[in-house]
């Protein structure tokens, strides 16, 4: 089966307003999907419904992966099933070091107890072609790391679990050119013909470097229209405008 996630009919609140208002989107392995929109349009909120984050009630439509139900699986069991999602903000997590942490995660996702040589040996690798600094490895999570050190530290995670399909929701915000240019490449090592990346980002910037299938533009609830690459140009030109007054 090539379709890895199918979303019908998504209906989604927040509280008790209406973020996604019927949403459809489709994904297949090997490709690229960009989800583009303007402030408060549901994008980040769509990223956590897929993982089942509480915080949102799903009121109609489905999420199927691998053409199974997952809409009401707990997130470590769908992460489990092999979605990976790197977070705007990553969190802080003292008491736990960077490298013991993605050991405990490889050991979740997959069942199967980690060889540590090797797997310190991949880490290391990893991290040198994402020009990470090699001491971050035995610090705690994220603390005291800076805003770039951060996103690439997820990308790092994304690398070590290899998952079916990762998205990565405003990975690129607040980054240099340089920090974007090591996430692109970072994307770039993950990518192959049976996985999919889900790019939730504002910055054109870091779709330069990408090939990218299919872009979206979400407004009020919806994806309102679906391109090429084309479409980021076009957006990066004009912005939002033309779709915003398309959906009133």
Known sequence: MD?????????????????????????????????????GAGKSTLANVILNNPEYTKTRGTIEFEGKNINSLSADKIAKKGIFMSFQSPEEIPGI???????????????????????KKEVEEYMEELNMNPKLINRNLNVGFSGGEKKKNEILQMLVLNPKLAILDETDSGLDVDAVRTVSKGIKMYKSKENAVLIITHNMKILSELKVDYVHVLINGKIVTTGTDKLVKEIEKDGFAKYKKAEI
Request: proline content about 3%; charged content about 30%; overall charge positive.
């Open 97 to 119: 070091s960077t490298m013991n942490f993605l050991k405990v995660a490889k050991n979740k996702v997959t069942g199967k107890p980690v060889k540590i040589f090797e797997f």
């Open 3 to 39: 379709k890895l996630l199918e979303i019908k009919d998504l209906h989604v609140n927040a509280d008790e307003k209406e973020i996604l208002k019927g949403l459809n989107l489709t994904i297949n392995k090997g490709e690229t999907h960009v989800i583009m929109g303007p402030n």
